[in-house]
């Protein structure tokens, strides 16, 4: 590709030479682009045909997580998101969130579990709170946004490199093809190809507009890759002198120009140039073209990120007026732009708490646009996934006032009863943040408050309980299995245990209850941590209170059966426990001589204790 490639354009050349040449030098770029992007993709661990692009989001963790209610909280969230994941691959129609390569997602989570050496403890680090708002996860294909400026700025060598001139260019590229065979690295292509992106965008090159559209195209996904202070500055230097000049009604290249040219200054820091680069941001925010406020959008994030005290108070307003204006509900907008101006919504209101309040309505707006999103039914799975990460942004982060957190927290618990397994978990996620992060967790850690408070509290928690456990008793199995292993924890971390072993058996007994064999396992999990504590005695003498109901059933095959559960439930003896799955799957049907062996343990147990 490099022996292909024209350096200097002749003023001579006719009109037809120079397309034919611009079309070889496109061509060139573009193989030598995609072939150094190439060197980004990592193996997936076990699936040595699967690679992807690691992603280093922009997103830090809040300070909840490494708190003790935070902490209990990831691993029901865990588990909640391996189950959306596995629920999503059941509906082709929300492919575009989940693709059909199944085993994508979960070589990319566990690809960042390896490579982050996340435990039980720092398992938010990888994908359940750490993702970018706008992110889709689980997407192949190479996109803006997927390393931060941190990232970036960390791995760039503070060193000072001397621009080649013309010759140098051609020096440098005949000793790229002499070392053809020994590969040469690839800061040395990178080396070449600034140096000659920098002479073909000199003002005298006069290079085609097509040609110069390749460039910028390089540029802005070969900046992901650079490690020099000098490419940053030919970016800012370069960049900016072809963004003033050019026409303004070429909105394409003015839209891939501006991203790259945010990305720069924020890798640098440069105050100077941000101010400069200030009035394109505005022009692009009030452009009637999509495309160039998205490309203002993705920037401002690598602006905000860096948070440059020079003209950020400025550029904050700015995107505050600008979300004001369209952050709206609207089906016909496309999915990526909603989410765009949704996460930096969300970032400016966790960020920037003071400039929110000087903007009158911004956070009614906020509000209103995520609550529109979560209520509609038409809502697409992906823009309601996009609303409700980024509330449980603002919730981990505390940034909500207490009646906008009120407000979050009862439309969340309303959002289990849709008839959508997807939304209906996602939903789910977002009401267990706001349960530990709200007036519920301050519970659990012991905050002094007067016992009315917490008995309001309490009762609060069991409100929501009650509507979990509603929820799965007639919803699908895809629904029900994930709220019913989450509810232990949820036991364990909110309520006291002996009261809720009546909710349980209550629930069990229910003739509106579907899914017995879930609340089953719940109950056996209810069991054995009181009986571990050492309350097996109370458990005895609680079954007796209760078998009576148990055995007064109708069909004689289902007071059998549930008999059966509530003894094994209450069994100390591990290798019968464990024919608890076996009868549980066999609903209305118990053997007769394992059910008479379930009941000759029980009563042995009576006698032992």
């Known amino acids: 590709m490099l022996g292909m490639i024209t350096y200097r354009f002749d003023p001579e050349m006719s009109k037809e030479e120079i397309n034919e040449l611009s079309v070889v030098n496109r061509l060139a770029v573009r193989g030598m682009t995609a072939l150094l992007m190439q060197t980004m993709l990592h193996p997936v661990p076990g699936s040595p045909k699967t690679s992807i692009y690691q992603h280093f989001p922009r997103t830090q963790q809040v300070p909840f997580l490494t708190t003790t209610m935070g902490q209990r909280m990831i691993l029901p969230h865990k588990l909640v998101f391996d189950k959306l994941l596995n629920a999503s691959r059941l509906t082709p129609s929300y492919h575009p969130f989940f693709p059909d390569l ?62 080649l001139d013309n010759e140098g260019i051609i020096e440098r590229s005949q000793q790229l093809l002499d070392d053809s065979s020994d590969n040469p690295d690839i800061l040395s292509c990178l080396h070449f190809l600034v140096d000659l992106f920098a002479e073909w965008t000199l003002p005298e090159s006069n290079i085609p507009i097509t040609l110069l559209n390749q460039i910028i195209n ?137 400039e929110c309040e000087n903007c009158e309505g911004f956070t009614i707006m906020l509000m209103q646009f995520g609550m529109k999103c979560l209520s509609e039914p038409s809502t697409p799975f992906m823009l309601y996934q996009f609303v409700v990460r980024g509330f449980q942004r603002l919730v981990l982060s505390f940034s909500l006032p207490s009646s906008e957190f009120e407000i979050l927290n009862h439309l969340s618990t309303n959002q289990l009863e849709r008839d959508d397994p997807q939304k209906c978990l996602s939903a789910f ?15 659990v850690i012991n905050l002094e408050r007067d016992q009315d408070t917490t008995d309001q509290m ?59 064999h879930l609340i089953s396992l719940v109950l056996y999990d209810l069991f054995q941590g009181m009986i571990s504590s050492g309350n097996f005695s109370q458990i005895c003498e609680w079954v007796l209170l209760v078998l009576r109901n148990f055995v007064q059933l109708k069909p004689l095959g289902f007071s059998t059966w549930s008999t059966s559960v509530l003894l094994l439930c209450s069994s100390k003896n ?15 049907h118990v053997e007769s001589d394992l059910f008479v062996l379930i009941c000759k343990d029980f009563v042995d147990n009576l006698s032992k204790r």
């Open 574 to 588: 591990r290798n019968l426990s464990r024919f608890l799955p076996y009868i549980v799957s066999r609903v209305n």
């Open 218 to 354: 390089s540029v802005s996904q070969l900046s992901d890759m650079f490690q020099k202070t000098h490419h940053c500055q030919w970016m800012v230097d370069g960049l900016l002198r072809i963004l003033i000049n050019h026409p303004l009604e070429d909105s394409i290249v003015h839209s891939k120009l501006l991203f790259t040219l945010c990305k720069a200054v924020s890798l640098l820091q440069a105050d100077k140039a941000g101010e400069k680069l200030m009035p394109f941001i505005e022009d692009a925010l009030n452009s009637d073209f999509l495309v160039l406020q998205q490309s203002a959008l993705n920037g401002s994030f690598y602006l905000l990120e860096s948070q440059l005290g020079c003209f950020e108070g400025n550029l904050v307003a700015v995107l505050a007026d600008f979300v004001i204006n369209r952050l709206e509900y609207d089906t016909t907008m496309p999915v990526n732009y909603l989410a765009s101006v949704w996460a930096i919504a969300v970032t400016i209101r966790e960020k920037f708490p003071e």
């Open 102 to 163: 199944n085993s994508f997602i979960d070589s990319e989570f566990s690809y960042q579990l390896i490579d982050t050496g996340a435990t039980a403890q720092n398992i938010d680090k990888v994908g359940v709170f750490i993702h970018d708002l706008n992110r889709i996860p689980g997407s192949s294909s190479y996109c803006h946004g997927y390393y931060s400026a941190t990232a970036l700025r960390e791995r760039i060598i503070t060193n000072d490199v001397t621009d």
């Open 458 to 516: 309490l009762a609060g928690a069991m409100d929501k309980m009650r509507k979990i456990l509603d929820c799965v008793g007639h919803c699908c199995d895809t629904q029900a299995k994930p709220l019913a292993a989450v509810i232990c924890y949820l036991v364990t971390d909110f309520f006291p245990k002996e009261q809720m072993i009546n909710t349980f058996v209550s629930e069990f007994l229910s003739p509106r209850q579907q899914n017995r």
């Open 429 to 443: 996620g977002l009401l267990m943040t706001c349960m530990y992060c709200g007036r519920e967790g301050s519970r």
